[in-house]
């Protein structure tokens, strides 16, 4: 049966760190910076990690092979995996938008720490 | 110079195997080679070496797995049936760990767990037919070995449940 976009939400943490690193082709530690300047140091991967996260993500054609040697394999998003990436995107917002207005009457002060 | 230690780690200790290895090369001994409970070390300078093992019985090319690793500051020492020994200087490798999130953590505590509990039902089935065509007075004898092994796989599973449950209570990303 075909899967539907919707069936690979939520994607983890690292998961939807690696789709939009790979906007453009990556290959390995190109990924684990851009991932990492991504997200102001928060995300550093580690290579278990990635090699499990790139392999699973090939396999379910989010992501494809591009122009790399033997050894050092460069990924791009696939048009499926662009599809996912937005998915999540929306679904994410989705959740912040209709949230915000409670959380700000929450009165917390970490909401004007973190400016927004 | 080359040395071989012998040394016994079971299947739920490698974070202590790490650690032993690691104090090894402290002393100048660096980690060349695994056979069976044995360890070929080669003598050379004091280093501080981070050493970390990965389990992974399929890959559809272990150059670009290796090439990941090393792209990570990781140098790949060896492996033996599944298990991959690498090593790294902290101020060198991107990340002090080979996983750095939770899931991925427990994926591979989850691939030992599956091998494990394969080797467990390929014991049990080999040993049941001698159950019934051995004579019981050397059935005993016969049946030792595998009871022993079949205690350690169960031990090991146990344990290695033990710790996913333990992953999966920390903390992490």
Redesign the interface.
Known sequence: MQKRVEDYLPL???TFYILLALVTPL???GI?QKVEEMSDGE?????????????KLEKQQLIEKVNGG????NYVLTVLGKKVVKREYNRLKRLVVNSNAIIRNLGDGEFEQKGF | MNKRVFKLFFVWQDESEEQWLSSMAEKGWIFKKYMLFYYIFEKKSPANYLYKLDYRTNYSNFKSYQALFEEAGWKYVTSYLGWHYFRGKKAEVFTEELYSDQDSLIGKYRRVLQTLLTVLLAILVLNIPPLFYVPKHIQWYLLLLPVLSIILFVLAIILIQKKIKRVSETKML
């Open positions: 983890t943490h690292t290959h390995g530690y684990m995300v550093r991967l580690g290579p278990g990690t990635l090699y499990g996260a790139l392999s033997e050894r050092r394999k």
